[in-house]
């Protein structure tokens, strides 16, 4: 059974940082590209970055203009968001989720239950 489990998520004020860990398990982690996504209150789900299987290339959303950084440790099956310089619009539900190939840009088909990041003032 697939199970990806966020933690880190909180509560910051406007231009503090955080870091959201996603521990997998269940599948072969370092075969397959990941993703973070998000969904803000009453807003869609949000895709926002992937990386390859290896670590090697990341790719992100043009929107987060490159606050967010994606990474991955194969040896502990983990994959990383840092949030950096955080704004009131980035308080969401924060989902890791596992790609059905090896690249950073995918289809996914697993997800985590999340993790919530409020940022407020």
């Known amino acids: 059974e697939v199970r990806l489990v966020e933690s880190g998520g909180g509560q910051v004020v406007p231009g503090e940082s955080l870091r959201l860990s996603c521990v997998a398990s269940g599948f072969t982690f370092d075969n397959y590209g990941m993703s973070w996504l998000r969904q803000a209150p009453g807003k869609g789900l949000e895709w926002l970055a992937g990386i390859d299987k290896d670590g090697d290339k990341t790719i992100y959303a043009d929107s987060l203009e490159g606050r967010f950084v994606i990474s991955r440790d194969n040896y502990k099956k983990t994959v990383y968001l840092q949030l950096n310089r955080l704004k009131t619009e980035d308080t969401a539900i924060y989902y890791c989720?596992?790609?059905?190939?090896?690249?950073?840009?995918?289809?996914?088909?697993?997800r985590g239950q999340g993790t919530q990041v409020t940022v407020s003032s």
């Open positions: 989720a596992k790609h059905v190939s090896i690249s950073a840009f995918s289809r996914t088909d697993e």
